[in-house]
């Protein structure tokens, strides 16, 4: 089992920064892929960005070259540096965590506002 703490959310006005923390506990020598979602009103949940253990990104199209995932695997802590934030970014954001052993963990979501 993982357990997932996020924090970092908050309102911000549009083309400012906010930096999101997701810390894990729990099983965590089993943790491989971690990543952030984020659900708007009305929309379905989508991939933001997501960090193997190696180190690898991914990135969905709408935040590359403004957010950037990272990771601590000391802290078992992974980060996400959101710059130029847009209207459009508002939503729930989720921490997500996927085992070596295929095992999906979700944390409670922090909300993002950014006002134009």
């Known amino acids: 089992q993982v357990r997932l703490v996020e924090s970092g959310g908050g309102l911000v006005q549009a083309g400012g920064s906010l930096r999101l923390s997701c810390a894990a506990s729990?099983?965590?020598?089993?943790?491989?892929?971690m990543g952030w979602y984020r659900q708007a009103p009305g929309k379905q949940r989508e991939l933001v960005a997501v960090?193997?253990?190696?180190?690898?990104?991914n990135y969905a199209d709408s935040v590359k070259g403004r957010f950037t995932i990272s990771r601590d695997n000391a802290k078992n802590t992974v980060y996400l540096q959101m710059n130029s934030l847009k209207p459009e970014d508002t939503a729930i954001y989720y921490c997500?965590?996927?085992?070596?052993?295929?095992?999906?963990?979700w944390g409670q979501g922090t909300q993002v506002t950014v006002s134009s």
């Open positions: 729990g099983s965590i020598f089993s943790i491989n892929v």
């Open positions: 997500n965590v996927n085992t070596l052993w295929g095992h999906e963990y």
């Open positions: 960090i193997t253990s190696g180190g690898s990104t």
